[in-house]
């Protein structure tokens, strides 16, 4: 132990302790000073297939995350979606609540954020209306909702998102979204 700690100081003083005692060359640190201890000279960088394959792998774990990842941010917007309706449906029932009856297909979900001037004016119209903010929200996907005030299937009231493309019908995250049906495809499971 003692040798070592004496080779160490020598390299230190800048003395190289392999060349004084006439060890191998080969085994020879690089460096000056304490540094040539660190870094033996057979110590080379990562070869270039080496880093292509830890770039491929790389590649492979981000694509796999990736999918999994939007597979869920699609699911996240419809139940988005869901809760929007519903906070929509809230404010109805308040209006109604206030004045007897809910808004017709022509004042459409613009009269949750703005009194009506045009057919049946309600009569207690809080200021600032029954949304917070000056507009109607739009759904996830920048849409916006369609409302009819009586409902097309014999509901008082009907708000649909016509989901991802913005279009009638669809499949998956494409299929429409009605205020109906939220809640009952749980209800018959």
Not at 168 to 186: F, M, P, R, V, Y
Request: net charge negative; charged share 25%; glycine share 12%.
């Amino acid at each position: 132990m003692l040798k070592i700690v004496k080779k160490m100081l020598r390299a230190t003083e800048g003395g190289s302790p392999a060349v004084e005692s006439g060890e191998d060359t080969n085994s020879q640190m690089r460096g000056s000073g304490r540094e040539r201890f660190l870094f033996p000279l057979n110590d080379r960088g990562m070869t270039l297939i080496e880093i292509m394959v830890v770039v491929t792998i790389l590649g492979i774990i981000a694509t796999l995350v990736t999918v999994n990842v939007i597979g869920r941010l699609d699911q996240a917007k419809v139940k988005a979606c869901e809760t929007q309706i519903k906070n929509l449906e809230t404010a109805l029932d308040e209006f109604r609540r206030d004045n007897g009856f809910y808004p017709q297909t022509e004042q459409g979900l613009k009269a949750l954020v703005e009194k009506p001037s045009t057919g049946r004016i309600p009569s207690s119209y809080p200021k600032g209306g029954y949304i917070k903010g000056n507009a109607v929200p739009r759904d996830p996907w920048n849409c916006e909702f369609v409302y009819y005030g009586p409902g097309l299937h014999g509901n008082p009231y009907e708000i649909t998102s016509l989901g991802a493309d913005c279009q009638e019908g669809g499949e998956d995250t494409d299929a429409d979204i009605n205020s109906w049906e939220i809640g009952t495809a749980k209800e018959n499971q």
